[in-house]
């Protein structure tokens, strides 16, 4: 990582706070009962634990219940282990990790914004908040937090992904591909980041170099729907008809493989092969008759647009 000065450092700081500043108003440690930061089972549930000897014990016993699939109990007991020690980020950094992953996506926020202001270098607080905001539609508040996190630990794989992504929806495929290489670097087998950088080189029109990716992603994990949804979107636009068939069917029925091909070329302005394509789905499956029809209806109202 490049040396930053500490005029430059404390200006990066000051940024964040400004980010977190506004995205909501962050709740001091003290003299907070963490009513926000929880929604579960009953606290009741729990009234027969064991009680802590230090807040450490609190964040084992959290761990624990979180590898156990409990995140209920985990959160529980990250918010007991703060009863001790209530200025610990990395309580509240878990609490946030947790709140995530059900989708308590204000909550969440809350906790990750409360770990950032006992620890503004807390790399994963940073990058947590940030995969909150991207949820919440705010994009350039999440790019500034997420690229605080990674200047911070360049090995935040979820960070450089996210990166990748927000890069892709601004159209700038080069930083995106960037990302998304860092991030394959820190886990070369996921077929998600395979996935993700074979859409972007789709997006940016290489296709070779996507049809890699999405095959790497395919063999990673021979059960990853997305790249095999991408793989047949691929081969469609190439006019790959009968391979794009051949990988759609892994994923989803005859009928709805060629309802998707027939949108695509729809898209793309093939419009014959549209046509075709719908008419297919509509052969294939009654359940899909309704769909396709009115598929081809528009693909017919398109045509005659054309050749008026």
């Not at 495929?173 to 394959?184: C, N, S, T, W």
Request: hydrophobic letters at 40%.
């Amino acid at each position: 990582m490049k040396h930053i000065d500490w005029m430059v450092k404390a200006s990066c700081i000051g940024l964040v706070l400004a980010v977190m500043a506004g995205c909501a108003s962050t709740p001091t440690a003290k003299d907070h009962d963490y009513s926000d930061l929880y929604s579960g089972k009953s606290k009741l549930t729990f009234s027969t634990l064991m009680p802590l000897d230090s807040a450490a014990e609190g964040i084992t016993r959290g761990d624990a219940a979180a590898a156990r699939g409990d995140l209920d109990q985990a959160i529980f007991e990250y918010l007991r282990a703060l009863e001790l020690e209530p200025d610990n980020a990395e309580s509240f950094y878990k609490i946030g990790v947790l709140n995530l992953r059900k989708q308590e996506l204000t909550k969440a926020l809350t906790a990750f914004q409360m770990a950032a202001k006992n620890d503004p270098n807390h790399a994963g607080a940073l990058e947590g908040m940030g995969l909150v905001l991207m949820q919440m539609r705010q994009p350039e508040r999440a790019r500034i937090l997420l690229e605080r996190a990674i200047e911070l630990d360049p090995k935040r794989g979820q960070s450089h992904n996210a990166l990748g992504i927000l890069a892709d929806l601004r159209g700038d495929f080069d930083e995106a591909v960037k990302h998304y290489d860092a991030a394959l670097m820190l886990s070369p087998l996921s077929a998600r980041l395979q996935n993700n950088l074979g859409y972007s080189h789709y997006l940016a029109g290489h296709w070779d170099q996507a049809e890699q990716s999405y095959l790497s992603a395919l063999n990673a994990d021979p059960g990853h729907k997305r790249a095999w949804l991408n793989l047949g979107q691929l081969y469609t636009r190439e006019e790959r008809y009968d391979e794009a068939l051949e990988v759609l069917t892994e994923v989803v029925p005859t009928a709805e493989a060629y309802n998707i091909m027939g949108y695509i070329c729809m898209n793309a302005e093939k419009l014959d092969d549209a046509k075709r394509f719908f008419s297919k789905a509509a052969e294939a499956s009654p359940s899909y008759y309704v769909t396709a029809h009115e598929n081809l209806a528009q693909v017919q109202r398109l045509l005659a647009q054309r050749n008026p």
